[in-house]
């Protein structure tokens, strides 16, 4: 206890005054690593083409905070902390020091193998039985468990070395653990995830592997203007969502990592909301949401799989996950597999929906949503929306046209006089993506900002309302009403910029 | 069963493969249709001013998803099923092919009224037991349920070809239950809601009937640029809350129909949120609203009638219903018993406040209020809300003037050069609510639709951040808050576009 | 009864009508005066500096409301009701006129302290027994309770009049409890939040005791346009948060007074929300408060003391309370230790973060973190949000320069036509603050207005998203994102400006 004790108080002094007294430390002799579960190899598969710092790597370097969005590319142990320790260790020790993460692993089914074995036919959770003895089966083929033997626990050592690893060495073998290190024993599931890599699209609309979660820190670090900005506390702000292809506590949010919790609509709110991807608020708005609200929320049951939401879940209407994570009747961690118009509206997308690959996944949706209404219903709900997204799409292009015809005859505000370029790789270009993340001078001019808004805010929330059947999201609220207001906006700016410039035409010809 | 699992397969393999194979379907004969419930007579009634498309019905096709908005006027039962089915065949059927439907009846209390007649007299729903008396009784009285006979549930034919049927021709006499339709049981809450289409203004401030839900769809499709727009996949939308005049649904969701449900707050919110009437926002932030989210949600009884809220529900605060529903003590489902500022603030009605229609009505507020607030305090609130209201419109109202003086000034951005007129039924005027719906060219300009959202989004809100007494409502975030910047910019605009005149004329005359 | 009855009919009959009989009216004789609690001297020592109608008096007279908001300035019992009654008298007869407030009285824990007595020592509640013998010996201390004697109830008397006190004269002894009405009793809680008007700033970044609960009431009414403004209805709006100072009941509304409502989060919402001050949007989007969403309600048990909120009470995430009552480890009413940037981001606060002040306070909140994080993420965090902060306010300066630029230049849209100064005591200058709440002919210019938003919603908003970790607080959907906005429509309309001002000067040349 005095060496605890120790470790304690050099902890609290603070960083600056970090002495490792490694002698005072338990020593604790690591098993054998060849008996060890093998996450190097695992690794290896896994992060053949891990993005890292992305194409643009050498515009930037990671700060601190980033080493936990990305702990693959970037995580390095304390080295404040030398010494080696087995789980329990770790436990008495961070219960002292950070004890909200050791009481939520220990509800958590992590430190509960026994109350999962134990769990009666007749309960929800009934089914974690028999993934738990697949995962013991798995682990026994590896090596990493005796044959015979049931896991213990999952506790820090498994997910923090590796899994069957009892001790580990804190200043060079400590982890944040990454998708592999979770998909080590939840081997499925990881597939699953994985999957999403293998998106493609039939023209070309969006590159192979996006969207999906499984390349969304790719999709991130190769975004021009936030690989160039050079305000990188604020970019690494979009890491904050764009790790799903790094880690798995987005979702089953650490030390719980439950799957009731990430079965639930709150759980997906931290990045899908907000001015360009309001999913959340378009959901609990929509009479979806306030069936989860109203009813939901007392009488669903959370526990039981996707599966069975409908029966032994007692859902009377979908949640996010009952619908992305369904694809002709089954449900997986590949959310992608019914994506359509995917991103944003393009007429890239809108001129394709009669070929097949959009017509089977726009039939694999009317399948969803026949779990609960008439497929008549579906389709029409769903030609409505196509439709809908059409005519918002048709508003932004014309509003598009304006601005690069405003851009093309030099008339943008600042155009010939204090346009700086966006910071590389970002180019410049009209109404573009850059201009919401970066502003020098006129750069973007006011009509460039408000085309960006248009079509990367507007349209696309007039897309989520309609696809998520909230009617405020397309009509009087949001999406239309905001295109709306975008292109009366523009077509001023467009009359009175162009009417000054006559002016100053005709005053020129006076002067001379 | 092979029958069952034929229909299936040719349901499942898509609309353009529908081919109905009619003998293969089991054949049940129609109860005499004299036994049955007389709908038809019922609907003529109601019916009788039945909009339907409404005074613009010349401009507009309805599109295949309105037919579920208004199924009165449009609905038609699909051709891709031929048969007569009973009850169990319906469930047996949809239960394999759309089982959401189907599990939630299965779990409402339609399909359980024996649960209720076992109700005992200290269960908070024991009230449901009288009810469901009551109209076994007046069904019998109309010879729809035999003398001495109780309902055995409330099934799908029962709804869907009228109560006391026990089968149905499915490609003819399937409807989709309007408001008549649950009224045939539901003869009370029916009349109730009914009875909303008798409102009437002392001075004519809004026309007879509005605003309510009993006309909601009238007021919809009565809107001229509603009407006009080409963008019909839009705006349906509006069809989506409109429709409470057609269907019970919007608040009693299918296929559950829960009373509990309709007296929660969240209930109201897909269609009173938003821009324009964020009265679900404005709850929320009040202490009324958060003392439900803090307290209500775990302790209150929703199962209880809104008349017993206080005592045997636990309500230590109000919801939408209890406020809206109540009417000198008494609780029904006609709603505008109350209204006094209705849609939105003008000058008929502060110019009125202190006529008698209008101090009854307020005098019936502080009433409700006096439940839990001294009668004083709740005058104080009112009497502030109302000048606050008024305080509001002064802003617009000076606004007004300043839009409608460019306008005869032909000085709006493009009015002499680009202003094509708005869609038929619509006309062209300064600051019109079409502009929040329609762009073209520079109609409306800028001015135009600022003004536009003064009047139908700020004021609005201002006047519903009063009055459910959220402090942000009406102060720094919304309403007051954006009053001031909407004045703010069409002064800034004015001053602009007088002085770019005036300089025009100058320049001008220097060319002669 | 029939006493009873005759009050409450001319209760009920209006307030123009209220003739008061007072033989009508019980007479209870008043206990001995120095037996009860003397809640004068205790009031002396709070009120010595309370400001009332703050140093701007003589501009504003409060509205009948405003006596709610600070009834220790403003409050008058009604002179409609004439006589003296005791609780039980109180009770009977407002439970007939005002049932609300006597039911949530009868059910919290004032009314049950024998609840609180028989609490077993594994309830989480359990530390209230302690609490209420404490209270008692406190007043037993103070001669306002006999020795050995317990508290019957906390009833309406000792709350409306006085502790102690068992009837009271309504016309003349009728009181709005205020803050030192509770703390009367609960005197460790008042007097941590009278602490905080300790506060004080090395470099006088803000004036002493604020920010603060316990001085919010004094910033209020010291506010320069707040005072000014002319639409008095309007501008008490501020009050209904601004009265922490005054009352209680913005936190543990009546009558219930629960400790577990003010520990969830939505109790800080009606104030601590919208467009200057998103704190609660902020940690509902954050992991957080998904985590409060998803498992919190469900399993957390808020009736435990905030201290044990890891352990008894189940927290696997923080709520607004366990974070800012807590301070090295003690959790107090006294919310302001750890405030760093406090209202704003100011230059005078980010040239001083490396000060002892600032990095002592920084580290407390490392220490808070570090309760769930390691202390290395906590720091790495906290130094991402400073400097992200630093990036933003670095954006508001440059546009703050350039909108003083414009008014040195007198090129603010009508500034030499049509910019009427701001009521008293408010005093006009660019992009004011008073700019949010006034607005006549051309002040504030949009320019004015555009950089007041900024600084003083965006620039917070920033700032909040980034202290409470939601990643779209600050980057693409408020924040940095509307920082950008500002500053590209700030940019604009400087150029266009200065373009047209040029132009003018050429054809004045002309003219010549």
Redesign the interface.
Known sequence: MKARFAILLF?LI??SSYIVHTRQLPVVTAVSSSAAYDYEALKDKYYADHPGKGKYADLWEP???Q??WNPVSFYEP?G?LIGNFNAEECVECHLA?????V??WK?SGHANLDDIRSLKDDDPRFYKKAKLEEIEKELQSRGVLAAGKQLESVSCIDCHAGVGKTSMQHETELKMPDRAMCGACHVQEFAEAEAEKEQKWPQGQWPDGHPSHAMDWKANVETAIWAGMS????A???D??HYQQNKCDGCH?RH?F?A??AR?P??C???H????HNEFENY????HG??Y???G?DKWNFEVQLKDH??EG????PTCATCHFEYKGEYSHNLVRKVRWAFNPTPAIADNLDQPWFEERK?AWVDSC????????A???L???D??II??LE?EQEAKQIVQKLYDDGLL??QK??RPAPPEPAEDAPGDFF?????Q??N???VD?THA?MWEHDLIKHYKG?MH????G?????G??RL??R???I??QN??IR??AE??K??EE??K
Not at 97 to 101: A, D, H, K, L, T
Not at 273 to 276: I, K, M, S, T
Not at 284 to 287: G, P
Not at 314 to 317: E, G, I, M, R, V
């Open positions: 902890i603070g960083a700060i601190p905070i080493q936990y304390p404040t020091i950070n004890p909200g993460w009481h939520a509800d305000q990188r506390e604020v690494q702000g979009c904050m969502c949010t719980t439950s009731a919790e639930k709150e759980a709110a931290t990045c909301n907000g001015v360009d609990m708005l929509s009479k306030v069936i609200e109203t009813m929320k409908l029966t007692n859902y009377t209407a039939q026949a779990q609960c209404h008439s497929a008549r219903f389709k029409a709900w030609d409505t929306a439709k809908g005519q918002g508003v505000v600042g006089t204090n201009g919401l993340f970066f502003a001078g006129n973007p001019s006011l900002r808004e309609l059947v909230n009617p405020g397309f009509t009087y609220s949001e239309w009403a709306m207001r292109y009366t906006e077509q001023d009359t009175q009417e000054l002016l100053k005709k005053v006076l002067s």
